[in-house]
Nanobody, 120 residues
Framework: EVQLVESGGGLVQPGGSLRLSCAAS????????MSWVRQAPGKGLEWVSA???????DYADSVKGRFTISRDNAKNTLYLQMNSLKPEDTRVYYC??????????????WGKGTLVTVSS
């Protein structure tokens, strides 16, 4: 059974930082692209960032230069380091597993999410 469990969300002031983690299990972690996707209340999903098994990354324009995605294949863990946070980053952040080893392969699983609130 594929399981993705996010942690690390919380309240942070504008300009602050948070590090999200995603503990993955039920599949060979290193063989799959992983992504972070976020959602505002009542809004649609927004893809944030992706990373393949070898560490190659892609970012949405809205977070490029501020967020860093990484993974530790030995620990089956995905990370999102978020710096220079803005109120508009306030979202539920979801860890997502793609269906194959390429970034063009679609997402087929995601976790329950962790809430990030950026407010003074």
């Amino acid at each position: 059974e594929v399981q993705l469990v996010e942690s690390g969300g919380g309240l942070v002031q504008p300009g602050g930082s948070l590090r999200l983690s995603c503990a993955a299990s039920g599949f060979i972690f290193s063989n799959y692209v992983m992504s972070w996707v976020r959602q505002a209340p009542g809004k649609g999903l927004e893809w944030v960032s992706a990373i393949n098994g070898g560490g190659s990354t892609d970012y949405a324009d809205s977070v490029k230069g501020r967020f860093t995605i990484s993974r530790d294949n030995a620990k089956n863990t995905l990370y999102l380091q978020m710096n220079s946070l803005k109120p508009e980053d306030t979202r539920v952040y979801y860890c997502a597993k793609h269906s194959g080893p390429l970034k063009v392969n679609g997402i087929n699983y995601w976790g329950k999410g962790t809430l990030v609130t950026v407010s003074s």
